[in-house]
């Protein structure tokens, strides 16, 4: 079935939540175990220079698509982009700017992994223009490090975190917790001495066992065993208290800002704005003939340039997605936000309003809430449930 556009209320919506370009760079040094991200090992090297060539070429054919909009935020991703040439970053960021208006306040973010050789990177991004860093810290503790397959020790995460202070505007960092063996005591400290690095932003996930990577063939076979449900709850919790009492509280399930430093770009993603996503295996949600099309690119890093060097573009999957599928879409994103969602723009988007009797049940329940008639989100007690909640909600 052909896909219904959406009404005029909720594309100028969608435009307000700022547009954003995803790169992804899509190889790493080593593989983590508990990996499943689209990164891949290369240890003869990568021809950076083609890479580039063909990220420009990826570029230059959504730009075609996506017009006369104003870049608000870039975002360098992967796999492991301060492997990357900070000349090749600089080219990126170069051929966005020549084929859209950047906004002059533009977040310009890049992912790191913390070790020493990366760091020495750094001033070398800054000057290409990024201006906000996320680093890979995992974990402050060496034997968790080594158990989660990192390269770097903590101190050198600690030092790289110090030498990105000093270069970058705005720094966030990655922690994973709920990791084999941890406790409440133990976790509660770490995250106490991590809040005291903190900048303006920390990303706190729990480790989640993925199909398809080495833990999950050792959860298979008894040999790695993760906190179960009360615990894993008890380390959420205490993760929320000491986030909020440090003052960079929850703005989205995993993560904390202080009032202003959340992270631009993901949040263009959480309030279902528009996004071009380049590079192998990057997604992307763009607007055509009022349509939101869902598009992605071929995984495999070489297979996607060589699609780019003879089409112009790696793009293996679009869809254009249902008023129906939008919607849903709008609520599953949305809800992981602190400020939740508009209903008025889930009806503009779906056609009809959320449903009732999904809600009052909850609402009864003192899982969802309405800070505003307009808006709803998860409660507090919402919060950690948020999965069945969507399910609830969406399905
Ligand atoms: C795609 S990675 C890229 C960052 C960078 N390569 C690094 O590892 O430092 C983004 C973040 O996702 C998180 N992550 C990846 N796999 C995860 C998993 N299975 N469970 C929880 N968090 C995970 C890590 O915190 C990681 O920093
Ligand atoms: S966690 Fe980061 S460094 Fe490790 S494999 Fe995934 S993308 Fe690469």
């Known amino acids: 079935m052909a896909a219904l556009s959406e009404n005029d209320a909720a594309l100028a919506a969608r435009q307000d939540c700022g547009f954003a370009v995803y790169v992804h760079w899509p190889f790493c040094a080593a593989k983590?175990?508990?990996?499943?991200?689209?990164?891949?090992?290369?240890?003869?090297?990568?021809?950076?220079?083609?890479?580039?060539?063909?990220?420009?070429?990826?570029?230059?054919?959504?730009?075609?698509?996506?017009?006369?909009?104003?870049?608000?935020?870039?975002?360098?991703?992967?796999?492991?982009?301060?492997?990357?040439?900070?000349?090749?970053?600089?080219?990126?960021?170069?051929?966005?700017?020549a084929l859209w208006p950047l906004a002059g306040n533009a977040e310009i973010t890049l992912e790191a992994n913390p070790t020493?050789?990366?760091a020495d990177r750094f001033a070398g991004y800054r000057a290409a223009g990024v201006n906000r860093l996320s680093l890979g810290v995992q974990s402050l503790n060496d034997a968790d490090l080594k158990a989660l397959g990192r390269l770097h020790s903590a101190d050198e995460a600690v030092a790289a975190l110090e030498i990105a202070r000093a270069t970058f505007p705005r720094v966030s960092f990655d922690l994973i917790y709920a990791r084999p063996g941890q406790e409440v005591g133990p976790w509660a400290d770490e995250l106490s001495r991590a809040l005291k690095l903190a900048a303006d932003h920390l990303s706190a996930y729990q480790l989640?066992?993925?199909?398809?990577?080495?833990?999950?063939?050792?959860?298979?076979?008894?040999?790695?065993?993760?906190?179960?449900?009360?615990?894993?709850?008890?380390?959420?919790?205490?993760?929320?208290?000491?986030?909020?009492?440090?003052?960079l509280p929850a703005y989205e399930i995993s993560n904390h800002a202080v009032p202003g430093g959340e992270s631009r770009h993901n949040l263009t993603y959480w309030r279902?704005?528009?996004?071009?996503?380049?590079?192998?295996?990057?997604?992307?949600?763009?607007?055509?003939?009022?349509?939101?099309?869902?598009?992605?690119?071929?995984?495999?890093?070489?297979?996607?340039?060589?699609?780019?060097?003879?089409?112009?573009?790696?793009?293996?999957?679009?869809e254009a997605l249902s008023r129906g599928g939008a919607a849903r879409e709008y609520l599953i994103m949305g809800l992981r936000l602190r400020e939740g969602i508009s209903l008025s723009r889930y009806a503009a988007?779906?056609?009809?309003?959320?449903?009732?009797?999904?809600?009052?049940?909850?609402?009864?329940?003192?899982l969802v809430e309405q800070p505003t008639p307009d808006r709803l989100r998860a409660s507090r007690s919402g919060r950690p449930l948020l999965d069945s909640l969507i399910a609830a909600l969406a399905d």
């Open 349 to 366: 988007i779906a056609g009809m309003p959320l449903s009732d009797t999904r809600l009052c049940p909850l609402a009864d329940l003192g």
């Open 208 to 247: 989640t066992v993925e199909e398809d990577t080495p833990f999950f063939g050792l959860a298979a076979r008894g040999r790695l065993k993760t906190p179960g449900e009360d615990l894993a709850r008890a380390l959420y919790d205490v993760t929320q208290e000491l986030c909020e009492k440090a003052g």
């Open 32 to 97: 983590c175990p508990y990996c499943d991200f689209n990164s891949h090992v290369r240890p003869g090297g990568v021809d950076e220079a083609r890479f580039m060539r063909a990220y420009r070429a990826e570029l230059r054919h959504m730009s075609e698509r996506m017009p006369g909009r104003t870049v608000t935020s870039i975002f360098f991703g992967g796999g492991t982009p301060s492997l990357m040439a900070p000349e090749t970053v600089a080219a990126v960021i170069h051929e966005i700017a």
């Open 272 to 318: 279902g704005g528009d996004y071009v996503g380049v590079g192998a295996g990057a997604h992307g949600r763009v607007a055509e003939a009022g349509r939101r099309v869902a598009t992605e690119t071929l995984k495999k890093p070489e297979v996607w340039l060589e699609q780019v060097e003879r089409a112009g573009h790696g793009l293996v999957a679009e």
């Open 116 to 118: 020493s050789v990366e």
